[in-house]
C-alpha cells in the first residue's frame, strides 16, 4: 500500500510556507514511518515546495517524491485538496492519503486492510461550528473521543492559530524525533534561519 501526503503552493507564493507548516509534514510522515515501518511512502509536491524543502535533507523520509502535475484549471487557493482527488482518481492500487497536518501514533494497519468500508477514525461527531468533537456518537468510528486523543492528532483548523506557538514547535520536533529518521536538531537550526521564512 502506497501511504500519500501532498503537499501543493496553491498561493504560488512563497509565504504559504512557515515553520509550522514543515514541522507538521515531517511529524506527520516521521510518526507514520515509526509505526508502520512497511508501508511505501510516497510525497507529490509542486516546484516551489520542492525548491523549499530540498535544502532541508528530508527527502529520505519518502520512498518516492512525485511532481504534481495537475490538469485541472480551478481557483485553488479556494479548492485546495482538488489535488488530492485528482491523484485518487488516477491511482489503481489501493492507497492513503494523510493529510499534512495528520498525526498518528499508533499502527492502524488492521484498519487499512483491502477493500474496506469508510471508517471515520473518531466515533464523536465533530462540530464545525464550535471546532470540537460533541459527546454525540456515529456508528462510523473506530475510537471513542479518550481513545482517539490518545493515537492521533489532527490540527486541521487549529493550525493558523498555532503557526509561531513555540510549544507546539517543540511538541511536533519531539515527534519528528521520535521517527529517528531525522535529525530534530539540525532541522530546527535550519528552519530557524531568518532568511527561510
Known amino acids: 500500500m502506497e501511504i500519500i501526503w501532498v503537499l501543493e503552493n496553491v498561493k504560488k507564493e512563497k509565504n504559504f510556507y512557515n515553520k509550522l507548516r514543515i514541522l507538521l509534514l515531517l511529524a506527520s510522515t516521521s510518526l507514520w514511518k515509526k509505526?508502520?515501518?512497511?508501508?511505501?511512502?510516497?510525497?507529490?509536491?509542486?516546484?516551489?515546495?520542492?525548491?523549499?524543502?530540498?535544502?532541508?535533507?528530508?527527502?529520505?523520509?519518502?520512498?518516492?517524491?512525485?511532481?504534481?502535475?495537475?490538469?485541472?484549471?480551478?481557483?485553488?487557493?479556494?479548492?485546495?485538496?482538488?489535488?488530492?482527488?485528482?491523484?485518487?482518481?488516477k491511482t489503481k492500487i489501493p492507497i492513503c492519503i494523510v493529510d499534512h497536518d495528520f498525526l498518528i501514533f499508533k499502527n492502524i494497519e488492521e484498519h487499512l486492510k483491502d477493500n474496506i468500508k469508510y471508517k471515520a477514525l473518531s466515533k464523536n461527531i465533530f462540530d464545525c461550528k464550535n471546532l470540537e468533537f460533541t459527546d454525540n456518537i456515529n456508528n462510523k468510528g473506530i475510537w471513542n473521543l479518550k481513545e482517539s486523543s490518545l493515537y492521533y492528532r489532527h490540527y486541521g483548523v487549529t493550525e493558523k492559530r498555532l503557526i509561531n506557538d513555540i510549544p507546539t514547535h517543540q511538541f511536533l520536533l519531539r515527534c519528528i524525533n521520535a521517527g529517528g529518521v531525522i535529525n530534530s536538531k539540525e532541522l530546527n537550526k535550519k528552519l530557524n534561519d531568518k532568511n527561510r521564512f
Open 35 to 89: 509505526y508502520h515501518p512497511t508501508h511505501t511512502l510516497v510525497l507529490y509536491c509542486d516546484d516551489l515546495t520542492l525548491d523549499t524543502l530540498s535544502t532541508l535533507g528530508i527527502f529520505h523520509l519518502w520512498n518516492d517524491i512525485r511532481p504534481l502535475n495537475s490538469t485541472i484549471n480551478i481557483r485553488k487557493s479556494d479548492f485546495w485538496s482538488t489535488c488530492k482527488t485528482e491523484i485518487i482518481s
